[in-house]
């Protein structure tokens, strides 16, 4: 196999893999603030015990992200040198900033919001767990800018030639606000609320069926429940602004995703379907026109599709590009459902009693990491031939002097070591949603019998 082709598997591989955990952290830090929050507000107990449980699994998925995401840092170095010298000078000021205005923040309020129960105040504990979820938010802010500066560059001119050419910035805030990048943002702010609140109806669901913790667990539901509703309908808005960004910015991506070839005319809108670039067909369930309308407001107006690109120059993968857009926009519409469903059954106070609802949020935890996957997937996969659009090709940007036994080795090493990671991770989020939702009294008596052994050692 190819190197850039190893290079392009191994790259997908551990972004893929690191992106299981900023998004859970992101949406698990917004449901710790509303807990604190409402702790703060009401003095009741049970909002601090679910504060203090879903912490720690926080402190869980943010030490395995940030373990997991340093090794794409150093990939830009060994697969990819030419993207890297080519993208460094944009690149190097988002994620400086990154590292300063973002990872300083959360890890700077992360040892408070761990450590800090029973030694601060109550209040400014909160303000740390407030300072945690921003920094994850900000984390977000600087990835998603530089992402998006390859889908739509923006506020830079090249310097050099040939293999001495790099992108250079020449307007900072040209570069952070380029054309793509707000609308990516809040598409990915979103998702990640999605993850958090899924989660969080996932565990207290199983406690109210296992009938453990039901009282404070209902309490919890209850506001994940609306968390989801709320931005399960937001991500359909938010959505479609992204598409239609993509149809101004990048049509050729639009016609990937939507599996239309013809180079003018209407477009038809795929429910499901099949895409077979040999023959230039896609085959399925479609609404006539649906596309057009949707970008032009006209059932008739006409939308560029492949044909209307150089052969060279639009994705390799179209179907897999198609059917991972189309599963992405499936799936959110499956929690838009689900969110609904719950809403209505919680409002007219049956949904405790209807088990296979429970049962549906139990699993329902997996669909919105699997959409932000998707989505990933359709976005960089419908970028191609491109690493930077329109000015460098994916080809031209691996390192030249990597071997594909070298890439390969690679590979097969982080395989192993991030299957292990992720049954770690499996195994200890499984140990503490077993161990339950600790009483903070229940708590305090360990650490004044951990005190006492401790000071009895320290006087013998």
Do not use: C
Not at 15 to 39: D, K, N, T, W
Not at 226 to 254: C, E, R
């Amino acid at each position: 196999m190819e190197v850039e082709i190893l290079a392009r598997i191994q790259f997908a591989f551990t972004v893929a893999f690191h992106y299981i955990y900023p998004p859970l952290s992101i949406g698990l830090g917004l449901l710790m603030v509303i807990f604190e929050g409402m702790f703060i507000k009401t003095g009741d107990e049970s909002y601090e015990r679910l504060a203090r449980f879903w912490t720690r699994i926080f402190a869980l998925t943010f030490g395995i992200g940030v373990a997991t995401g340093i090794v794409m840092e150093f990939e830009f170095g060994t697969n990819w040198a030419t993207y890297s010298k080519y993208v460094g000078d944009v690149f190097g000021s988002a994620l400086a900033a990154e590292g300063i205005f973002a990872f300083a923040l959360e890890s700077g309020f992360l040892g408070i919001l761990l450590f800090g129960w029973n030694r601060v105040k109550p209040w400014v504990h909160f303000l740390a767990t407030v300072g945690v979820f921003l920094g994850s938010m900000f984390s977000a802010v600087w990835i998603v800018v530089a992402n998006s500066w390859q889908q739509t560059p923006a506020g830079y001119h090249i310097v050099g030639e040939g293999l001495d050419a790099r992108a250079e910035i020449t307007d900072f805030w040209a570069m952070v606000f380029n054309p793509s990048s707000v609308d990516r943002l809040l598409h990915v702010w979103v998702g990640a609320f999605l993850s958090g609140a899924f989660l969080v109806l996932s565990v207290h669901a199983y406690y109210i069926l296992k009938n453990r913790d039901v009282e404070i667990s209902k309490k919890a539901f209850g506001i994940a429940l609306s968390v989801a509703t709320i931005f399960s309908l937001t991500q359909l808005f938010l959505g479609h602004k992204s598409a239609d960004g993509v149809a101004k910015n990048q049509p050729v991506k639009l016609a990937a995703m939507e599996g239309h070839f013809s180079a003018s005319g209407p477009a038809d809108l795929y429910l499901m379907g099949w895409v077979d670039k040999q023959n230039k067909t896609t085959t399925g369930i479609a609404v006539p026109g649906g596309l057009s309308f949707l970008v032009h407001g006209d059932f008739d107006a006409s939308v560029p599709g492949l044909d209307a690109f150089a052969l060279e120059d639009t994705p390799g993968q179209v179907n897999a590009v198609f059917q991972f857009y189309h599963l992405m926009v499936a799936i959110g519409m499956a929690l838009i459902g689900i969110s609904l469903l719950g809403m209505w059954m919680w409002w007219r106070n049956i949904i405790y009693e209807r088990k296979w609802l429970l049962w549906t949020f139990v699993f329902a935890a997996i669909l919105p990491q699997l959409a932000n996957q998707f989505g990933w997937y359709a976005a960089e996969m419908g970028r191609q031939p491109w690493v930077v659009y329109g000015l460098l090709r994916t080809s031209d940007a691996f390192s030249q002097m990597v071997t594909a036994q070298q890439v390969l080795f690679s590979l097969i090493m982080f395989t192993l070591l991030y299957t292990i990671l992720f049954l770690l991770f499996v195994y200890l989020l499984n140990k503490k949603i077993k161990h339950g939702i600790s009483n903070p009294a229940d708590m305090m008596d360990v650490r004044t019998h951990q005190k006492e052994i401790t000071d009895k050692l320290l006087g013998s």
